[in-house]
């Protein structure tokens, strides 16, 4: 069974931090392209980051750099998005994704990913 399962948002004050963390099961995750995406209330999904399978490879929405760093460990199935430096405009469902086909490289796209966890709040009071 295919799981992709994010953990660790909450309520934290804006300058704080939190690392978001998502384990995933069910399918080849070292050779995944694995996303993080956002959705904040009122507004579409938004990509924020994404790791190729070897972790050779990020992507940033360019507002996002400098303050989110995404990293995986393959030898545990997980992937983080440590975010630095919160704002309130970074309160969301943070959405962690897989492109499960296999040694592609990361994309901005929704589309591009075939399996989503249910996703883990993050806000960020003024």
């Known amino acids: 069974q295919v799981q992709v399962v994010e953990s660790g948002g909450g309520l934290v004050q804006a300058g704080g931090s939190l690392r978001l963390s998502c384990a995933a099961s069910g399918f080849t995750f070292s050779s995944a392209v694995m996303g993080w995406f956002r959705q904040a209330p009122g507004k579409d999904r938004e990509f924020v980051a994404a790791?190729?399978?070897?972790?050779?490879?990020?992507l940033y929405l360019d507002s996002l750099k400098g303050r989110f760093t995404v990293s995986r460990d393959n030898a545990k199935n997980m992937v983080y998005l440590q975010m630095n430096t919160l704002k309130p405009e970074d309160t969301a469902v943070y959405y962690c994704?897989?492109?499960?086909?296999?040694?592609?490289?990361?994309?901005?796209?929704?589309?591009?990913?075939?399996?989503w966890g249910q996703g883990t709040q993050v806000t960020v009071s003024s």
């Open positions: 790791i190729s399978w070897s972790a050779g490879r990020t």
């Open positions: 994704a897989a492109d499960r086909r296999g040694y592609r490289i990361p994309s901005v796209q929704p589309d591009r990913y075939d399996f």
